[in-house]
């Protein structure tokens, strides 16, 4: 059996967590809006967040609708109806268990 001994990185040691700097403003680097947003209550900082989110991939939505999808087209549909039917795709449930007139 070989028994390993694990001693951590000197504190000062390059690439370790203690020599990186920290994230964020650094102290005397704030900005006013950084100050303001700081002292603001913590629900409405995040609920703005989100909120101008939620306005920002609206936008896309909102102005450039898309079409619908080729896959939703009722001949695209129909094909993919008698597709299954005929190698019997779930066949207790599904399409192929029903009879081919009665489609609802």
């Not at 920002?56 to 999808?69: D, E, G, N, R, V």
Request: aromatic content about 12%; proline content about 12%; some cysteine.
């Amino acid at each position: 059996m070989v028994k390993i001994i694990y001693a951590p990185p000197h504190r000062d040691a390059p690439f370790t967590h203690h020599s990186m700097p920290g994230f964020g403003p650094r102290l005397g680097q704030e900005t006013r809006f950084t100050l303001w947003l700081m002292k603001q209550p913590q629900s409405r900082v995040i609920l703005s967040a989100v909120g101008i989110t939620i306005a920002i991939c609206a936008i896309p939505q909102t102005f450039f609708p898309s079409k619908l999808p080729w896959t939703m087209s009722p001949e695209y549909q129909a094909a993919n109806r008698a597709y299954m039917r005929y190698h019997n795709m779930n066949p207790i449930f599904g399409v192929s268990s029903k009879k081919p007139g009665l489609d609802h």
